[in-house]
């Protein structure tokens, strides 16, 4: 996969590129412009020589035509005009004959020149359309680039992160699934077992001492109730109706009331503020993570003490779990990669999740801290 940081890269550069080209471009626009105004003026220049140059040659050839004329009136009548007039009639006539023909040599010349610099003007002009289109094109892909691809690496980071987020959700679905196998397996699916051999023993028992069935029946029915609370146990663990029903202190409260019970760990919700419903998704990832909490305080700590602090404002809740046992150090758990324990993770995604802040405050030998607040 591409690495959001070379795309950040790739991007910025096509970015600086299209910039240089852009100044480029407008450096090529502007010299061309200012050889398009040369041109025109030059242009101008000539055509006003031009014209200039057709009226002489206009005038000339008009003398010249009368010049042409007295020749071959002087020629015709010999008689009346001395040979000194012949004479400089012919060498007028002559003179103004190549008069006229150098100008308009020198017309040609002239007209030749505007032609191709009407035609330079017209491919100058060709160019400065084609440049500005090009500029105002740059400037499209430039804006695009800037304003919609700037961001793209935090896009796909953000992408990214989603995507492991729903990975880490379906392999803490995974665990919680097998946790419940394993907790029906050792406990109801035990019982249930334990209770058809009784049940067994209770049948051949009444033919051989009947006396003895009474006995065997009440703790036959212990058993029964046992499997019972392990049921009930099961399902509050999986989804505590009371969260639904009551709302999250209540669920919290019985919670830690079986905590207490189940295994003598002196445990103790204290809640301050205004109780009031919060939105189910809310409410259920909080019990949450006070429950894996609560769990790794049975499971790590050896702790005598164990207080859940509740406050609920306005605007935010703060939950704070601290216990008295052994601690740990929470940076190297963090750190260590490809750990098989997902209580911290899941504590923090939930949280994340809600858009809260996640602490854990901990030190070997000196208890553990967890604090969690959640924007309401
Ligand atoms: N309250 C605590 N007191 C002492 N150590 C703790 C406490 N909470 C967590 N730890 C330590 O942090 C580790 C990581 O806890 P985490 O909940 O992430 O995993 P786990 O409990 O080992 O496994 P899982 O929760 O996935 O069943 C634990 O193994 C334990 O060493
Ligand atoms: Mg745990």
Redesign the pocket.
Known sequence: MLEASKLDKIINDIIFYIKKSQEQIYDITENTRSEYVHIKEELEKVKLSVTQLIDRVDKLSIREKKARLHLMEVSRNFNRYTENDIKRAYDRAQKMQVELAILRGQEQVLRDKRNDLERSLRRLQDMLGKAENMMSHLGVVFNYLSENMASISSQIEELHKIQQLGISIIKAQE?ERK?VAREIHDGPAQLLANIVMRAEYILKLMNVNPGAVKEELTNLQQLVRQSLQDVRKIIFDLRPMVLDDLGLVPALNRYIEDFKNQYKINAELVFFGKQERLPPATEIALFRVVQ??L???H?????GQ?LVKMEQLSDKITIR?K?D????D?AS?EQSKD?????????RERVQILKGEFK?N?LPGK??V?TLTIPV
Not at 299 to 303: E, I, M, S, T, W
């Open positions: 665990e946790r894996e909490a769990n790794n305080v499971k790590h700590a050896r702790a164990v779990i216990d046992g052994r601690g740990f929470p758990i750990r098989e324990c997902y209580g911290l993770i899941n504590m854990i901990s208890g553990t967890i």
